[in-house]
């Protein structure tokens, strides 16, 4: 409000509580008219906001004025939708109480273009996430939807939404959005049917029939023509320029995607549509005996197949009744006029059902269930007076009476809770409380709802003038219900003998009571019901369900379900934080520019704008926290100026005392300043402005002083910068340099490398050796076994030799070290083996990489009773052996034990032979890889000192007895094996291992 406090003259106050003579309406709409022609079109009164339809684009609504507009205090800049959007999404956040914005106006004011600002405004500047980038997209792609069926083109937009629409937007803790939910009230379902002059049908007929693919229109039995379509010519406007029905045909198709719609759906919903259309086209004539039958036969046979139902079962239900009489039922035949109404009644059941099944899928698709902080957005129609108000009207007009009183208890509330939260005394506000009204309207027994129930329920012939005569009866005399019986001769002309006035809180309306009863009943002949609740579509299915037809209870009335859904929508918005937008029409002609006084006061009147302002002019005109006040106005007090260093309730108690404030004009809240009357503020906002050339001189001044001394730095930093440069350039200039000598000298030793060493080569052998010496210094030989070694360089060859042998012995060295007793062991073994055997012994080399170990023999195999007898000695090594007998060589299983002082033969637990060593001449054994063993000792027998024996590599002979001798014969062959030959020696032949 701040910013154009000084404009006033010109584009008027932004905020209405400044109007010097707040109680004028002429001075408000003087305030209105003139913003509204300088394309102003939103003003304040304190935190509700007015709007007036400009009928044009104006460029306020881009990303950038979003952008303007997020996180900015309420009052910093120009009044905006932007402004209450944001600021109720941060009260959102910040006091975590679900908020809602309630937008009033009458048909055509904008309530609809602001309701999608507002959900434009959250879905580009709140936070999402990839995940919640698809619901955002549904949340704004439910309006394309619910416009084309709920909106229609009527005399005073040519957009109008037919029907109430209050929408939950719930949001997660970080502030981005999560869930909808749609609430809708009261869809205009005779405009099916029926329309005014210059008016149309819903938009999806149109959308259809112009937008439809060929076959898609083919399939429905459709022409792409709506003047054939008796539901779409009653208003003889079947197109609108400022509508394009196949661009919006396109949109709703896309969004319904979005959405989540399956093409079943659509398809049965565009079925649905189609029926309509062949509805209104289903004519009756009289028949051949004078009966009513349907003559249009090819309509009736595509509404037996897009309702899904029995051709015969509709045909019979859409020219006959069912009525019980007594206990039986009976089939009686309609009259012409009575089947129109059936059929008419039945398209309007169809759609009204089909767009309550529409919103319930679009609610399922936005469902979130968790905790979240919720906006709601009321965008329901306003006060509505024609030249005839029939019963839509009393409910629209009952719901804004309903709508206002909850804004005026709330807004009192609000305003006195801020002057307790002050600390200032509440100042009693004289107000119009419309509950008179109210009660007149929904009152049990007595109430207008509670007396068209009863009527419509009554046994006997009630009609809607026996309606009005209860109403006189039971109503006459209240001071808000006029009918012409009840007025007197002067007021008597005002109202026509099938209506009743109201005199609602915005002013009078005329209800003509024709249609209420039947509209209040809503009816649909049972044996219509019953053919519709067993169609096999799906959609319509969920619409009708079966067990209506059986349900016995009587439906509620549409006034009574309509009572009870304001009711609750009413308890939704008490529980949360309600911000306003007030919409208001300039010209009934949707004209840019013209603003209408008479309309504008007609519809300030019933918005009760000037009872909004007195309540918010109650007290003070103007508050502001200290710290806003004090900063604007600063400058105006010495004491204060430049900054204030206490208190900030002191530094502005100082400024208004500088400034002359009379006690009455202010007082001073906890937190806020409240000021009185608007001139006081106006004065000093007068002499802020004259001082603003002292304070331009002075802000000049010091911006000077301040730009002189930021080029001094500049200049100052430069002198550094050049210093500092020219060092590091200096430094770069001797690394390289240096870097040039190394690379010369370099050049040149490798030249004269080979030359005795000189001065010439002296960098680069020094280089040559230093490097040579510090890769075996980083990269020694790591083990005994690997002998690779770097190749010096020529001038380092012997030191190179000294070196590595060096490095050899001491890695052999560490590595003798290193080894365990147990396996030097082992290496004296090898080694004794190796003396024996190496070059000897076919078998030898395979024999090496093997460990020898102290036994051949598990455990196990060990003869208990054989260890027994060894008393004291140890087994040292056993080993399971063939024996062959000296006589004979017959091969025997042996266990071949050794202790440390004999050799024994074991068969079983039997000790079979006993070698002492003591007794043992020799061992032999041949040059193969026989594993074959001869251990020589005397024989018993012929007790010969003398053992005698032959050994050649592949002979072995012995005594056997006296002059007897033994030989074993070796050869090599393809594989072992050991048999006695011919000549009676042993023969073992075994295969060759080494070649
Ligand atoms: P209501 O919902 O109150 O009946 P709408 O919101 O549908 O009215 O507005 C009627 C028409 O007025 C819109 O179709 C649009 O052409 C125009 N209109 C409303 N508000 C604005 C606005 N802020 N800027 C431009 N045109 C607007
Ligand atoms: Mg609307």
């Known amino acids: 409000m701040e910013s154009t406090l000084t404009a006033r003259d010109r584009v008027g106050v932004q905020d209405f509580v400044l109007l010097e003579n707040y109680t004028s309406e002429a001075a408000f709409i003087e305030n209105l008219r003139r913003r509204f022609g300088e394309n102003l079109i939103y003003t304040y009164i304190g ?8 009928n044009k684009d104006l460029e306020i609504y881009s990303k950038a004025h979003m952008e303007r507009y997020r996180g900015v205090s309420f009052y910093e800049i120009s009044p905006h939708i932007y402004a209450v959007s944001d600021n109720t999404y941060r ?19 904008g309530k609809t273009e602001a309701s999608k600002k507002i959900l434009q405004y959250y879905a580009t500047t709140c936070p999402v996430t990839d995940h919640l980038s698809t619901l955002r997209d549904r949340l704004v792609q439910s309006n ?24 939950d937007v719930q949001f997660d803790f970080r502030g981005a959005p999560i869930g909808g939910h749609i609430l809708n009230y009261l869809l205009e379902k005779s405009r099916v049917v029926h329309q005014n002059h210059g008016e149309r049908n819903f938009h999806i007929f149109y959308q259809l029939l112009e937008g439809g693919e060929q076959n898609l229109l083919s399939k429905l039995g459709l022409e792409r023509n709506a003047q054939k379509y008796q539901y779409l010519v009653k208003g003889c406007c079947p197109r609108v320029s400022s509508i394009n029905d196949k661009n919006d045909w396109r949109t709703v198709r896309k969004a319904l995607t979005v959405i989540g719609f399956h093409e079943d759906e659509v398809e049965d919903l565009l079925n649905i549509i189609a029926s309509v259309l062949h509805l209104g086209n289903t004519q009756f004539g009289e028949g051949k005996n004078g009966e009513n039958q349907i003559t249009t036969e090819p309509q009736l046979k595509y509404l037996s197949k897009l309702l899904g139902v029995d051709g015969a079962a509709l045909r019979e239900a859409l020219t006959h009744k069912k009525i019980t009489a007594k206990g039986e039922e009976m089939i009686s035949p309609l ?5 129109v109404a059936a059929r008419d009644a039945l398209a309007k059941a169809v759609y009204g059902r089909a767009f309550t099944w529409l919103v319930v899928k679009i609610n399922q698709s936005l469902a979130f269930k968790g905790s979240s902080s919720v906006i709601g957005l009321l965008d329901i129609y306003g006060f509505e007076v024609f030249q005839h108000n029939s019963f839509e009207q009393f409910c629209i007009n009952y719901c804004n009476e309903k709508l206002h009183q909850l804004f005026i208890e709330l807004t009192l509330k609000s305003e006195q809770e801020e002057y307790e939260a002050e600390g200032i005394t509440w100042e009693p506000v004289k107000y119009f409380d419309n509950k008179i009204i109210c009660d007149l309207v929904e009152g049990k027994h007595k109430g207008l709802i509670s007396i068209l129930d009863e009527e419509c329920l009554r046994p006997g012939e009630p009609s809607d003038i026996s309606f009005l005569e209860k109403l006189e009866d039971t109503l006459g005399g209240h001071a808000h219900f006029v009918t012409h019986k009840l007025s007197n001769g002067k007021t008597r002309k005002a109202v026509s003998r099938e209506e009743f006035k109201l005199i609602h809180y915005a002013g009078e309306v005329n209800y003509s009571v024709n249609g209420f009863l039947d509209k209040n009943k809503d009816l649909l002949y049972r044996n219509l019901k019953e053919v519709i609740c067993q169609s096999n579509s799906q959609v319509l299915s969920q619409c009708f369900h079966r067990e209506e037809v ?24 008490m529980s949360k934080e309600p911000s306003y937008v007030r919409c208001i029409k300039p010209n009934d002609a949707k004209q840019s520019g013209r603003f209408d006084e008479a309309l504008v006061r007609h519809q300030v009147k019933y918005l009760g704008l000037m009872e909004n302002l007195r309540v918010r002019r109650a007290g003070f005109a103007y508050r502001r926290h200290y710290e806003t006040f004090l ?61 603003r050339p002292a304070l331009v001189l002075t802000l000049q001044t010091s911006w000077r002083g301040y730009r002189e001394r930021a080029k001094y730095l500049r200049i100052r930093q430069a002198v550094i910068q050049s210093a500092w440069r020219g060092m590091i350039s200096r430094q770069k200039a001797r690394r390289r340099r240096h870097a040039v000598d190394i690379i010369r000298k370099f050049i040149k030793g490798f030249i004269y490398r080979h030359y005795e060493h000189c001065p010439e080569n002296e960098y680069f052998l020094d280089h040559q050796r230093f490097s040579f010496l510090m890769m075996l210094f980083r990269n020694p030989p790591k083990s005994v076994l690997d002998k690779s070694w770097p190749i010096p360089p020529p001038c380092l060859t012997e030191a190179s030799e000294h070196l590595c042998r060096l490095c050899m012995r001491n890695m052999m060295r560490a590595y003798c070290r290193r080894i365990q007793p147990e396996w030097k062991k082992q290496m004296e073994q090898k080694v004794v083996a190796s003396q024996i055997f190496k070059d000897q012994k076919d078998s030898y ?37 063939t024996k062959y007998d000296r006589r004979g060589y017959k091969a025997r299983p042996r266990q071949l034990l050794l202790t440390s002082s004999f050799a024994m033969l074991v068969a079983e637990a039997k000790l079979k032979q006993r070698i002492d060593y003591a007794t043992l001449r020799s061992i032999s054994v041949s040059s193969l890889s026989d594993g074959f063993m001869v251990l020589h000792v005397p024989s018993e027998d012929n007790k010969q000192k ?50």
């Open 845 to 881: 080399p395979q024999s090496v990489p093997k460990l020898f170990v102290a036994s051949r023999l598990n455990s196990e195999e060990f003869n208990l009773k054989v260890i027994q007898t060894l008393g004291n000695d140890k087994v040292k090594y056993g080993i399971a052996v």
């Open 91 to 109: 009260a959102m956040r910040t006091e975590r109480r679900d908020q809602c914005i309630l937008i009033s106006g009458e048909s055509g004011a």
């Open 144 to 167: 394309p939807v619910l416009e084309a069926f709920g909106n229609a083109k009527t005399l005073r937009n040519d957009n109008s939404s037919r029907f109430g629409k209050y929408m």
């Open 550 to 573: 059986t349900d016995q209870k009587r439906p509620e009335t549409t006034a009574t379900q309509f009572k009870n859904s304001l009711a609750k929508l009413i308890e939704i918005l």
């Open 335 to 339: 009259s012409f006029e009575q089947a």
């Open 631 to 691: 900063q604007r106005y600063k400058s105006l007090c010495p004491g204060t100026w430049p900054n204030w260093q206490g208190r900030l309730a002191d530094g502005v108690a100082t400024l208004v005392q500088h400034l002359g404030y009379k006690p009455e004009e202010y007082k001073l809240g906890k937190t806020k300043i409240f000021i009185r009357f608007p001139k006081t503020l106006f004065s000093t906002e007068d002499s802020l402005e004259a001082r």
């Open 47 to 54: 935190s509700v906001l007015v709007s007036v339809n400009p």
């Open 946 to 995: 003398q053992l005698s024996w032959r050994l050649t590599a592949m002979i072995i002979t012995f005594a056997v007895a006296r002059g007897k001798e033994g030989v074993i014969d070796f050869t090599s062959g393809p594989e072992l094996k050991v048999a006695k030959c011919k000549k009676g020696h042993l023969l073992v032949t075994a295969p060759k291992l080494n070649p």
